[in-house]
């Protein structure tokens, strides 16, 4: 199926021109940097703002909003051209049905990508969100399964509803800091990324506020607490990623397929069972022969041997027998 031809990014014009303005160099930036596509995947649970920060970004009414997470099972991909530089941007659905990840939306998700290059992943939840939970890890194991924990090099976490008032007595500085280690903590975790693999490994985090009722600056753009206008933050980060380094992930039928944990161990069953056998096997029988050596009897049979009166139940029935 050939892809859709990609429409002009009309979005672009919403922006106030100071945005403008810095959204075009940035793009500046990347054509220099040869780099024409930028595919961005956007990833998290349901209702944290994933929609509403697509739509920010491509700054028109592409993604379906909803206050009330009925938003099905399938991913959309929004493409917008301009001066020869196309923006694709995947929106996904949440991962999360009746506290358990639904693995047919995952499966969707993966084949959705089958053949497409993802050049960033937006990993978004809120921050407003005071405490972490198993459903946070188990979305983003999904995601380390699904694509391979190299794509957390590729990531940036959104936090969105940036426009928040902490709790009293924090100040927002302290609240953002304390969100963000714990949000780290689970995704290294979930991730599997340890500290000798990856160094010392950070992951850049920007500020969204989709609110329509976000403050602006003088120039009409929308801001963060601390003035910052976060939409052109947010393209700057998301540029940042894609020059660290690392290789944007290209997901294809053996990325789908593995490294699939449950797989992986299956080629150590043999050895598991041989060892097992000699350990445990052996052990037993060896134990069992010294004891015979020995003349040890267990607990029980002593028990039975006091209670018939003989030396030997076996050798008392032997001798029946004999008589026999
Ligand atoms: P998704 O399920 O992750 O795609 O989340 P949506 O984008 O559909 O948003 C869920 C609800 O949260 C909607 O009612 C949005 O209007 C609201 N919302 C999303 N982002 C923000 C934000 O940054 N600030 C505020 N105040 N509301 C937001
Ligand atoms: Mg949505």
């Known amino acids: 199926m050939a892809a859709p031809i990609p429409r002009e990014w009309t979005g672009l014009q919403q922006f106030p021109a ?66 020869g530089f196309t923006l ?36 978004v939840d809120r921050l407003d969100a005071y405490r972490m939970d198993t459903l946070d890890e188990q979305v983003i194991r999904a995601i380390t399964n ?14 969105t509803h940036a426009q928040l008032s902490p709790p009293d007595g924090i100040d927002y500085n302290e609240f953002f800091t304390r969100r963000s280690e714990a949000l780290l903590r689970y995704i290294r975790s979930g991730a599997g990324i340890n500290k000798r693999e990856y160094g010392d490994f950070q992951l850049p985090i920007a ?3 989709n609110s329509g009722r976000c403050k602006t600056n003088e120039h009409g753009e929308k801001i963060l607490p601390d003035g910052t206008p976060w939409v052109p933050n947010l393209m700057k980060e998301i540029t940042v990623v894609i020059s660290n380094g690392s290789e944007p992930i290209h997901v294809d039928q053996k990325l789908i397929d593995g490294p699939n944990p449950n797989n992986r161990w299956k080629m150590f069953i043999p050895l598991i069972l041989a060892v097992e056998y000699f350990l445990v096997v052996k052990g037993i029988r060896r134990a069992i022969h010294a004891d015979i050596a020995n003349g040890k009897v267990d607990d029980w049979e002593q028990r039975y041997r006091d209670l018939v009166g003989s ?14």
């Open 88 to 123: 694709n941007i995947i929106d996904t659905p949440g991962l999360i049905e009746g506290g358990y990840i639904n693995e047919q939306a995952v499966e969707i998700i993966k084949r959705f990508l089958l053949g497409k290059t993802v050049d960033v992943l937006l990993y």
């Open 207 to 209: 500020l969204v506020e």
């Open 146 to 159: 699904s694509f391979g924990k190299d794509i957390w090099r590729r990531a940036l976490v959104v936090l």
């Open 311 to 324: 030396r030997d139940p076996v050798e008392q029935k032997g001798s029946r027998n004999r008589k026999a």
């Open 18 to 83: 100071a945005t403008q303005t810095k959204l075009h160099e940035l793009l500046g930036k990347l054509k220099e940097e040869n780099v024409s596509t930028l595919t961005i995947l956007v990833m998290g649970k349901g209702g944290v703002g994933k929609s509403s920060t697509v739509n920010s970004i491509v700054g028109e009414r592409v993604a379906t909003v909803s206050a009330f997470q009925s938003e099905g099972l399938r991913p959309t991909m929004c493409s917008r051209t301009r001066a």
